[in-house]
């Protein structure tokens, strides 16, 4: 796992040393081991590469980057890990000749020998960057469900790109970006950014499965290489024998863990308690010699969000070489070290015990596997079951619930059964996206516009945000609609919060303890065979992961296969009203605070009070707005951490 940046000009100006180890530096949390830096100024396209190295596979300095072939024609930045490299050297070392068994010299003569073909051959976690030098292009490129992050600028005459925009921001000149205040009413409902944007003007990110191709006059052509979609279209799921599927189910994921067992370092796993990352740990410890080390964290002060109980039962039917890391409020001060380390104004909050457990992780791994993915792919969330159930339900009934969710109190945690009734049934009134939609914000729509300051968001620019926010959402359903609604769900899943959320928190945290993360969940094969799967067994009334449960029944304890889904979250609530209140209210608050220029300071006090009062929990709304507010002020400051 590493960092990436580089910079192309096609204007004749030449790439300068010392601001690309700058920039390369930036990135040194996500590749302590080595440094390497490549430059071209003798084509008509002039090139620089920077890599920052965390060594996994082959530790020698015959795998550090930037890397090339034999005459120095094709050279590559590469971070992300390759697990079928093994099969495609073999096919290569007949023809190509090699100097490391790292998987990242497999990737350049794989391109000599395929081109741009080669990347649909490439079975693994990666953004790399390939630069032609004989045919003066530069390609860029992602994998396919987005777990290594791309970001670039473009203005057709340079390219900048790199692994987080910190590294970008750092070959920039001043004036050449500014805050993207359209990314505010996405942000407050969503809590991220609207991909491919960022909060920077003029930086964007490439999409999962997406590649560019940049030639010698500066264009830039997007293109993908593999499509869900299609597969999904394509596939004949009535054709298959599911009688066969416990069978093949296990196949595919134990081999999907077997591959991720591959490195030169030590590895673990991140064990929650929950059924994926349980099902993970059991079927590592059955492919590993020594104990597994896994790694969870829970929380002294709310019992609604410690599963460490949960994982302490799993740790013991494996004997796992076990970790307990505990939070308390105190944690809370590396707000700014999350801040730095995501560049833009991130809403999940459940990043604070992320970076904490993959600290903790990181002290005795370089490695962990996670259980990312497992959701997406076998409907693991609750909301997969209310979208269906809601259907079935008459209209009249949706509004007699509806109707009836006014006379639900409202509820001082956001977790309890009173507040999640509130949430469910306060939207039966709208069309299934709409309340989709509603379900997974942080914050809705027409709250998010009272919220922002009309000076800055006119009635024209609401409607285009209100139209942003719901298209984010419609244009990846276009074409599947004759799938399964549950099919189209748990694809929209796959598209937006899986990439935008889940995967950006893991990249980030773990990265930014030097830690890589290995998803099983979201193997290429097991993806493609899931999403062929009938819906009934990944959702059987109320029963979520169906398949997955009974295939793997043997493995889960019994008190993890009956749990219900607690979710990754922190007690934002109970802290806010304790003893983050005074740091929270100095912040979002003060006169001098930045959020006052885009929204209504009235509001921000409103969802304040409300808060302190025990109205209501807006505990996620009020970190919502403080680390957006702290994020500006490092902006204003000029600062990027």
């Known amino acids: 796992m590493c960092g990436i940046?580089?910079?192309?000009?096609?204007?004749?100006?030449?790439?300068?040393?010392?601001?690309?180890?700058?920039?390369?530096?930036?990135?040194?949390?996500?590749?302590?081991?080595?440094?390497?830096?490549?430059?071209?100024n003798e084509r008509g396209?002039?090139?620089?590469?920077?890599?920052?190295?965390?060594?996994?596979?082959?530790?020698?300095?015959?795998?550090?980057?930037?890397?090339?072939?034999?005459?120095?024609?094709?050279?590559?930045?590469?971070?992300?890990?390759?697990?079928?490299?093994?099969?495609?050297?073999?096919?290569?070392k007949q023809t190509h000749t090699f100097?490391?068994?790292?998987?990242?010299?497999?990737?350049?003569?794989?391109?000599?020998?395929?081109?741009?073909?080669?990347?649909?051959?490439?079975?693994?976690?990666?953004?790399?960057?390939?630069?032609?030098?004989?045919?003066?292009?530069?390609?860029?490129?992602?994998?396919?469900?987005?777990?290594?992050?791309?970001?670039?600028?473009?203005?057709?005459?340079?390219?900048?790109?790199?692994?987080?925009?910190?590294?970008?921001?750092?070959?920039?000149?001043?004036?050449?970006?500014?805050?993207?205040?359209?990314?505010?009413?996405?942000?407050?409902?969503?809590?991220?950014?609207?991909?491919?944007?960022?909060?920077?003007?003029?930086?964007?990110?490439?999409?999962?499965?997406?590649?560019?191709v940049c030639t010698g006059n500066g264009t830039m052509d997007l293109r993908e290489?593999?499509?869900?979609?299609?597969?999904?279209?394509?596939?004949?799921?009535?054709?298959?024998?599911?009688?066969?599927?416990?069978?093949?189910?296990?196949?595919?994921?134990?081999?999907?863990?077997?591959?991720?067992?591959?490195?030169?370092?030590?590895?673990?796993?991140?064990?929650?308690?929950?059924?994926?990352s349980s099902i993970v740990t059991g079927l590592m410890s059955r492919l590993t010699d020594a104990p597994v080390k896994t790694f969870s964290i829970g929380f002294s002060e709310d019992a609604c969000y410690d599963e460490t109980s949960y994982a302490a039962l799993v740790a013991k039917k494996f004997n796992t070489d076990h970790h307990t890391f505990v939070v308390t409020p105190s944690t809370i001060d590396l707000i700014q070290k999350l801040i730095y380390h995501y560049d833009e104004p991130f809403g999940d909050a459940s990043a604070i015990p992320t970076y904490i457990v993959s600290n903790l992780t990181r002290q005795h791994v370089t490695v962990a596997l996670?259980?990312?993915?497992?959701?997406?792919?076998?409907?693991?969330?609750?909301?997969?079951?209310?979208?269906?159930?809601?259907?079935?339900?008459?209209?009249?009934?949706?509004?007699?619930?509806?109707?009836?969710?006014?006379?639900?109190?409202?509820?001082?945690?956001?977790?309890?059964?009173?507040?999640?009734?509130?949430?469910?049934?306060?939207?039966?009134?709208?069309?299934?996206?709409?309340?989709?939609?509603?379900?997974?914000?942080?914050?809705?729509?027409?709250?998010?516009?009272?919220?922002?300051?009309?000076?800055?968001?006119?009635?024209?620019?609401?409607?285009?945000s209100r139209d942003a926010v719901s298209s984010y959402f419609s244009q990846h359903l276009k074409g599947l609609e004759k799938a399964s609604l549950l099919t189209q769900l748990l694809y929209l899943n796959f598209k937006t919060y899986l990439p935008d959320d889940l995967l950006v928190k893991m990249d980030r945290m773990s990265m930014a303890n030097s830690l890589e993360g290995r998803s099983p969940f979201l193997d290429r094969e097991l993806v493609e065979y899931a999403f062929t799967m009938p819906d009934n067994l990944k959702l059987k009334g109320f029963t979520t992961k169906y398949s997955l449960k009974r295939t793997f029944q043997d493995i889960l304890p019994r008190e993890v296969l009956r749990r219900g889904k607690m979710g990754f979250g922190v007690p934002l609530g109970a802290w806010f009203r304790t003893k983050l209140r005074d740091y929270l209210r100095d912040h979002i608050l003060s006169d001098d605070a930045q959020i006052n220029t885009y929204l209504r300071t009235g509001e921000v006090r409103r969802i304040f009070d409300e808060h302190q009062q025990g109205v209501r929990d807006n505990g996620l709304k009020l970190w919502l707005l403080l680390t957006l507010e702290l994020w500006l002020r490092n902006v204003k400051k000029g600062t990027r951490s």
């Open 99 to 212: 100097v490391s068994n790292s998987d990242t010299e497999v990737i350049v003569h794989l391109y000599e020998q395929y081109g741009e073909d080669a990347l649909a051959m490439l079975d693994g976690m990666f953004a790399l960057a390939l630069y032609d030098r004989r045919n003066q292009r530069l390609i860029l490129a992602r994998d396919r469900a987005g777990k290594k992050p791309l970001y670039y600028y473009h203005d057709g005459r340079k390219l900048i790109f790199g692994s987080e925009i910190k590294a970008i921001l750092a070959l920039l000149q001043p004036g050449e970006t500014a805050v993207n205040e359209q990314m505010i009413p996405f942000y407050l409902v969503y809590g991220y950014a609207r991909p491919p944007q960022t909060f920077y003007k003029g930086i964007r990110q490439l999409a999962p499965a997406q590649y560019a």
């Open 370 to 464: 996670t259980g990312d993915g497992g959701d997406e792919l076998f409907a693991g969330y609750t909301r997969f079951i209310a979208a269906t159930l809601s259907e079935r339900v008459p209209g009249s009934v949706r509004k007699l619930l509806y109707n009836l969710s006014g006379m639900i109190p409202l509820s001082h945690s956001e977790r309890s059964i009173p507040a999640r009734a509130k949430r469910l049934f306060s939207v039966f009134n709208q069309p299934l996206l709409e309340r989709y939609i509603n379900w997974v914000s942080y914050i809705r729509f027409d709250d998010a516009v009272r919220l922002m300051d009309p000076g800055v968001f006119p009635a024209s620019g609401q409607e285009a």
């Open 45 to 92: 396209m002039h090139a620089g590469l920077g890599h920052r190295r965390l060594s996994i596979i082959d530790l020698s300095a015959s795998a550090n980057q930037p890397l090339s072939n034999e005459n120095g024609d094709v050279w590559i930045v590469f971070n992300g890990e390759i697990y079928n490299f093994p099969k495609l050297k073999n096919q290569l």
């Open 225 to 276: 290489y593999w499509s869900l979609k299609q597969h999904i279209l394509d596939s004949d799921a009535d054709a298959r024998n599911f009688a066969q599927v416990d069978p093949m189910l296990r196949f595919k994921l134990t081999g999907a863990v077997k591959n991720r067992l591959m490195s030169d370092v030590p590895l673990g796993a991140f064990l929650s308690g929950g059924v994926d």
């Open 5 to 40: 940046v580089g910079i192309v000009y096609f204007d004749g100006r030449q790439v300068v040393r010392q601001p690309l180890e700058a920039a390369a530096e930036t990135l040194v949390h996500r590749g302590p081991d080595a440094s390497g830096i490549f430059i071209d």
